[in-house]
């Protein structure tokens, strides 16, 4: 019989810094990965501020900062003809004002090979959890296929699912949620970047396209969205090039690669879910990041507040966890220090759905093709405030962590 202290299941950045944060704690930890490696095309590549200063914390920031990336530090949307500054990121505090746009294999190989280095943490790749041990009405670990078609168990202390919004174990633990309605789905693909393109973020808004552009050095991200369920259609009635039309008319300087994307099979669809657990927990389980509460693509800030979760996961559970003490009282602690945070984010996004979102995919609004900006984002870039909050929200979030004092290093 194979056992752990703390099964973590879902090798995502979540997933990884909590089986690093409790190893240094010197709790015994698993993590486990279903696929052999990490090179997979992930559309959440943002390293925000607040885990850069993670990472300075745990030593690791200046081995990250040799990976490739590129930076985000400013916003700007095609207006009027013209690229014009919307909002960036030098008045939020701390040191780190951008958003880090690092391959998400790089960062997940730079946390592995940190936690390597600790006896006490174990990470087993093509290793899938498929189900929950139970014994007296509490969860004793879990069930696990892999690669290779081997199934067995593990059981644990405390299983913490950080496998997703379709989480394996968080249906299995059939814990209620509620969701609300998200008016649009999202296309991912990207395109070739020119050196004399501008740099940043860049917003679209025509009558016929809603998309963020995402500079990535030598190509854009770019996130098309679309109404909700609209892709089978969609794909069925139109050329692949359609979705690059209407960016090359809002955004002249693309017209030279109105056929940059090769076919269908080059864009990824991300159905957009917005829900959260009424209960993060069971005797024995504790979901954290998209297990649970999927967030909208709406600014770009799920993946930071999984790693959130997973800090205030480590600090409030290792105490309890090395003495094997952990009760449910403990991971309602979780959940409570999350919480707020988590609504407070979920609620800007369901604001945004109805209120920009929705209304521009029936076409409500052209910025491109305005002959100025429209008085409220005239007001927006006077007001120091106003301009400030939405960028202090995307790069530091609410109530943000730190590591625990034991998982530091110089």
Known sequence: MERTTCLVAGGGPAGMILGLLLSRGGVDVTVLEKHGDFLRDFRGDTVHPTTLELLEELGL???FAKLPQT????????????????????????????????????LLDLLARAGDAEPAFHLRMNTEATGLLREHGKITGIRYRSEDGTTGEIHADLTVACDGRASTLRAAAGLASHSWPAPFDVW??????????PAGAVPVLTADRVAIMLDRGEYWQIATLLEKGADPALRA?????????????????????????????????????????????????????????????????????AVQDAVATATILAPKLLSHQVTTADLARVQRRRMVPTMVTQGFQRFAHARAIAPALRGGANLANAPAAPLGLRIFRRIPLLRSLPPFLVARGILPEHAPVFARRP
């Open 61 to 63: 920031f200046e081995e």
């Open 237 to 305: 009635r139109q050329p692949v090039s359609e979705i690059m039309r209407p960016l090359t008319e809002a955004v002249p300087w693309l017209a030279d690669r109105l056929d940059a994307i090769p076919g269908w099979d080059d864009v990824k669809l991300l159905d957009v879910k917005l829900d959260r657990l009424d209960k993060w927990y069971s005797d024995g389980l504790l979901c954290i990041g998209d297990a649970a509460h999927a967030m909208s693509p709406v600014g770009g800030v799920g993946i930071n507040l």
């Open 71 to 106: 930076r985000l530090d400013s916003v700007q949307a095609p207006i009027g003809g013209r690229m014009q500054y919307i909002a960036g990121f030098t008045r939020i505090p701390g040191r780190f004002k951008y958003i880090a746009m690092v391959p998400q294999w790089d």
């Open 188 to 197: 991912w693909f990207r395109i070739p970047r020119r050196g004399t393109d």
